[in-house]
């Protein structure tokens, strides 16, 4: 039973009256915090130049699918996932860029890479053979010999080119043959789908969803911008 005292105190003095300030502060400044960012994305991306689409989403309806390849840490400040198509020219013009982020900021992002094969008949098989290139360790080789030597558009091409990289070409014409993960780039697809996703490149940057070839300037300047937010507050 409370005492006189403590039945006298003015809510706010009480510990369940300090607990709900506390909490309606946190989340104030959490909403001003998202709100800079979304500003600092929008000012930074959105030029003559360059006018992408930026949305916020929640990112936990794009992390579904543990068989995608990443680079960086497994604690990032900023997760980037991008879906691709290795037909994609708008995808060839930033794979560059995002390799060059990966590792520079190896320590503070994920980049995970993920499908969306729309773009030619054969997409679905470049992505497929990235993937068999991935069972001797050899992915990220396949991802930018493909991207390299953009269009191509055979098994037989595909073979030829993964063993350029030092891949077996039995074992990568046999996993394309057994469509060994064609369930993985079906799966790409069919969350691309639920995610809306229009074209490709689209990347989901944290929550914000930016759909386009982002220019290396603005993408480096946007990371940096977001980097210093985050480890500021």
């Given amino acids: 039973m409370e005492n006189i005292e403590s039945v006298r105190?003015?809510?706010?003095?009480?510990?369940?009256?300090?607990?709900?300030i506390s909490t309606i502060i946190l989340i104030i400044i959490i909403g001003i915090a998202i709100a800079w960012i979304s500003f600092k994305l929008i000012s930074v991306m959105n030029d003559s130049d360059f006018a992408p689409e930026i949305s916020q989403v929640d990112i936990?309806?794009?992390?579904?699918?543990?068989?995608?390849?990443?680079l960086g840490t497994t604690s990032p400040l900023i997760t980037i996932i991008e879906f691709s198509d290795f037909a994609c020219p708008y995808c060839y013009n930033s794979?560059?860029?995002?390799?060059?982020i990966?590792?520079?900021?190896?320590?503070k992002i994920k980049?995970?890479?993920?499908?969306?094969?729309?773009?030619t008949e054969y997409s679905s098989l470049l992505a497929q053979a990235a993937h068999c290139a991935g069972d001797e360790d050899r992915f990220w080789a396949m991802h930018d010999a493909l991207f390299l030597n953009q269009g191509i558009d055979s098994q037989a091409e595909i073979i030829e080119l993964a063993q350029q990289i030092g891949a077996d070409g039995t074992s990568i014409a046999d996993?394309?043959?057994e469509k060994k993960y064609l369930s993985v780039i079906e799966k790409d697809f069919a969350d691309g789908q639920k995610l809306?996703?229009?074209?490709?490149?689209?990347?989901?940057?944290?929550n914000y969803r930016v759909a386009g070839?982002?220019?290396r300037d603005k993408f480096l300047m946007f990371i940096n911008e977001l980097l210093s937010n985050l480890e500021n507050n």
């Fill in 9 to 20: 105190k003015p809510w706010y003095k009480k510990w369940w009256g300090i607990l709900i």
């Fill in 60 to 70: 936990g309806l794009i992390n579904g699918n543990p068989a995608n390849y990443s």
């Fill in 95 to 100: 794979f560059s860029t995002i390799r060059e």
């Fill in 102 to 107: 990966s590792v520079k900021y190896k320590n």
């Fill in 111 to 119: 980049y995970i890479h993920r499908y969306y094969p729309v773009v």
């Fill in 175 to 177: 996993c394309l043959n």
């Fill in 196 to 206: 809306s996703i229009t074209g490709t490149p689209t990347w989901f940057i944290n």
């Fill in 213 to 215: 070839d982002i220019p």
